[in-house]
């Protein structure tokens, strides 16, 4: 197959390094340190003892990569608008956009999904609908990752832990394209799922990091100094009864208390969230995609969010102080 890694970050890299070594043709839209690094040296793929370099044809320009079988999106998504205006070479018609990314997707609303508010816009993801004008829904597969990396230098990912990805059609569908997408993926040793609702699989890993990740970037504090912090965690739980609500209006119901949520992010340790990673490292930060559309969404369905409200004014704020929002 050959596949296209868009954002040759850490997780980007991940799959791309994994895809490569089962026989895929990569390909990588890259630019600056990370090109000439994919130039000299390839991507590396670091794990424990392990160290793998493979070949890849990397260029800034998608227009010299050519039409793919499938593109792996995996930016920030504040990078989102700028892939959305370069894409478009890349895509054939039968091209499958896979969606490595964090927070609430452009398309979280599309494939039926949604109740009565199926369909929408979500103007704090995708202003002006320009994202899904660039790459239609009919093209997306969604994913939500379970697995932690990191980057040693450019072109050079370390995998901490977790082996998983959860994919799947935003219309639910089991259809033969999301099923052999997920048996690629398993063949390239990544445990893989296909998903009877991926947006429910992104709402819930979204109830999670929420909160933990702006309150990491306002304080400088690990996830367990922040749980462990009694007020501080019942700020996180009220946020976190608010956006159990709007998904229960939406159409994906959470079972599991805040607590039961608290007990499965303490089981992974002390460590920093990837927005408090972002501000140390001077990025951009994702509050649109893992707050704002949480706002709009329980404007749009009647459930007030005060305290959701409130994080984002903070975070924004502080983002705001350091031109990273």
Known sequence: MKVCIYGAGAIGGWIGAKLAQAGCEIDVVARGATLEALERDGLTLVSGESRVSVPVNASSDPKTLGVQQLVIVAVKAPALPAVAQQ???????????????????????????????????????????????AIPARHVVGCVVHASCSLDA???????FGNGLIIGEPSGEATP???????????????TKLSPQIQKDVWYKLWGNMTVNPISALTGATTD??????????????????????????????????????????????????????????????????VSAVRELGQRAGVPTPFTDALLGLARLRARQSGLY
Request: aromatic share 4%; charged share 25%; no cysteine.
């Open 225 to 290: 100094l922040i749980l462990n912090d009694d007020l501080v965690r019942g700020f996180i739980s009220t946020i976190m009864l608010e956006a159990k609500e709007i998904g229960a209006r939406i159409g994906v119901p959470i079972a599991e208390s805040p607590e039961d949520r608290h007990a499965v992010t303490r089981k992974l340790g002390a460590f920093k969230t990837s927005m408090l990673q972002d501000v140390e490292a001077g990025r951009a930060v994702e509050l649109d995609a893992l």
């Open 177 to 191: 394209r999301a099923e052999a997408l997920r048996d690629l993926l398993a063949r390239a040793g990544i445990d």
């Open 87 to 133: 894409i478009a070479p890349l895509l054939g018609p039968e091209t499958i956009v896979l969606t490595a990314m964090n927070g609430v997707p452009w398309w979280f609303l599309q494939g039926g999904f949604g109740g009565a508010l199926a369909g929408a816009q979500l103007e704090a993801i995708d202003p002006g609908g320009k994202i899904d004008a």
């Open 154 to 160: 450019p072109g050079v990912v370390r995998h901490h």
